[in-house]
């Protein structure tokens, strides 16, 4: 079994980004947010501001818009920010397009569950020393 790489290995400043599209709107979008901020949380990171986005439908390449991207990349100048974590999920080519022009490590929700799975399933392991688990 592969094991994946932890996301955090430190508390990191984290900037949030959503996007309002298709049937959304921006409370429902807000909401969303909410909850990946204390996803975040619970990972390591810490959410110091949300982006958003009002777009017919993502970009191609970075998800969100061309002045977006540049009004984030200069937050993130100024600020210390780690990492850029998107409320929906990106295709590799938009993670690498947005880093590319951001400069910092960016992940998608999923990304971030798969990460908080991975940190609860070791510490439950660690819970558990000594248990009998059968081979197979």
Known sequence: MIEKKQ???KEENAILVGL???EQNETQVNEYLDELTFLAETAGANAIKRF???LAHPDSKTFVGKGKLEEIKKYVEDKQID???FDDELNGS???NIEKAVGIKTIDRSDLILDIFARRAKTAQ???PGQDHPQT
């Open 126 to 128: 660690a819970k558990a």
């Open 83 to 85: 990492v850029l974590i």
């Open 52 to 54: 958003t986005q009002k």
């Open 7 to 9: 996301l955090f290995t």
């Open 94 to 96: 938009q993670i690498s």
């Open 20 to 22: 309002v599209y298709k």
